[in-house]
């Protein structure tokens, strides 16, 4: 049981490349959620996904695009990359039994810089 | 928007002493509110989590309150050691919405 993996780990890209940030969890979670982490600003929610298929915009989602076209993964798009996204990205997941939300599970996190 | 708010922002306390660490939320309907610990470089691992018709949460030496109507919560650390030199997080989940909203941390550094 690996818990929520992300990859890559680190990567450096030159403003306006393009990537794709893999999230995948094997504890059949419903939700899923990307973060971007700031110094001084805490986490802040990007996209998040309710189920296989579905996506919804968090509080940050420009410049950024997501699919959940399995389960138990999660992709973080970054189409044309600026520096204002450099940052450390995590995933994380959580699950629903019946109206109780439990507690959010998160990767180790991608640590992306934009040149 | 759901604003969250962890003070101090840094904290340093000699080995073995007790300790809390404050959360504070500006809307009090909320769904849970979650206690996080982050070591330097590292992703973030959960420490306790309160559903709001619960008052409090205990593991171990931690134990979280949670006070809607006031909007906080605390977290009690008791008998500190160098291990528990973490940044802290808690995380709030309104009571509409899938969101989770996080405070900055406090960064707990205990001397041994």
């Known amino acids: 049981n690996a818990g929520v993996t992300q990859t890559p780990k680190f990567r450096v890209l030159k403003t306006g490349q393009s990537m794709t940030l893999l999230c995948a969890q094997d504890?059949?979670?419903?939700?899923m959620y990307w973060y971007r982490q700031d110094p001084g600003m805490g986490l802040r929610l990007i996209h998040y996904?309710?189920?296989?298929?579905?996506?919804a915009k968090g509080e940050v989602p420009d410049g950024y695009n997501v699919s959940r076209l399995k389960k138990q993964n999660f992709l973080l798009g970054l189409e044309s990359a600026a520096p204002s996204q450099t940052s450390v990205y995590f995933c994380?997941?959580?699950?629903?039994?019946?109206?109780?939300?439990?507690?959010?599970?998160f990767g180790p996190g991608t640590r992306l810089t934009v040149t | 928007k759901q604003e969250v708010t962890q003070i101090p922002a840094a904290l340093s306390v000699p080995e073995g002493e007790n300790l809390v660490l404050n959360c504070s939320f500006t809307?009090?309907?909320?769904?849970?509110l979650q206690w996080f610990r982050q070591d330097p470089g590292k992703g973030l691992t959960s420490l306790l989590l309160?559903?709001?018709?619960?008052r409090e949460q205990t593991s171990g030496r931690l134990n979280a309150s949670l006070d809607k109507s006031s909007g906080r919560s605390t977290l009690y650390i008791a008998a500190s050691q160098p291990g528990d030199s973490a940044t802290y997080l808690c995380?709030?989940?309104?009571?509409?919405?899938?969101?989770?909203?996080f405070g900055t941390g406090t960064s707990l550094t205990v001397i041994p």
């Open positions: 309160i559903q709001s018709s619960q």
């Open positions: 994380a997941s959580s699950y629903e039994v019946g109206t109780l939300i439990y507690e959010q599970y």
């Open positions: 809307d009090s309907a909320i769904y849970n």
């Open positions: 996904s309710v189920g296989e298929g579905t996506t």
């Open positions: 504890m059949n979670h419903e939700y």
């Open positions: 995380a709030v989940r309104p009571a509409l919405g899938n969101q989770f909203y």
